[in-house]
């Protein structure tokens, strides 16, 4: 049984969640029409995985004896003036992902409640790659700066980066 504080925290994290997918998938959008065809992919891949973040969330309250809230999202932001800025406000975003996720730990301790203190691990090592693979992804666009080669190739290759990082 949740106690009330935790379903709340945790119906926050599905509007974040959700936040997350519907960001990536505007984000997706951008690069697709701007021809970055390799990052649009990326993007909406990412996207799908949010969903499925949010969803593990729905399900677990609702096995929990909750009741889980889909809540209304926010528009999400739908134009960018580079690469750079674009990957910036995911690490941005998944550094208040991460701020979250470890309040709802500590509340979990806080409240004795093991259960959801397990389940939210899964979340905790999610975020450790999600903040490494868009700190590299960075890196990676800071060395190529504006060179147009380079970028065709980061274009074509950021799947890879995907892969590589989950091996
Ligand atoms: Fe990338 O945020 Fe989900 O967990």
């Not at 969640?17 to 021809?35: F, K, Q, R, T």
Request: glycine share 4%; aromatic share 8%; charged share 25%.
């Amino acid at each position: 049984m949740l106690s009330n504080s935790v379903k709340e925290a945790l119906n926050n994290q599905i509007k974040l969640e959700g936040d997350s997918s519907n960001g990536y998938l505007a984000m997706a959008v951008w690069a697709e029409i701007n021809g970055f065809e390799g990052v649009a992919n990326f993007l909406y891949e990412h996207s799908e995985e949010e969903r499925m973040h949010m969803l593990k969330l729905v399900k677990f309250i609702n096995e929990r004896n909750g009741e889980a809230i889909v809540p209304q999202f926010e528009k999400p932001k739908n134009n960018f003036s580079s690469l750079n800025e674009l990957f910036e406000a995911v690490l941005a975003h998944e550094i208040k992902v991460s701020e979250n996720i470890n309040n709802i730990v500590e509340l979990t301790l806080n409240e004795k409640d093991y259960a959801t203190h397990n389940f939210l691990q899964w979340y905790v090592s999610e975020q450790i790659e999600e903040e490494r693979l868009c700190r590299l992804i960075l890196e990676k666009l800071d060395l190529i700066g504006s060179d147009k080669g380079g970028l065709y190739l980061f274009d074509r290759d950021i799947q890879s980066l995907h892969t590589k990082l989950a091996k």
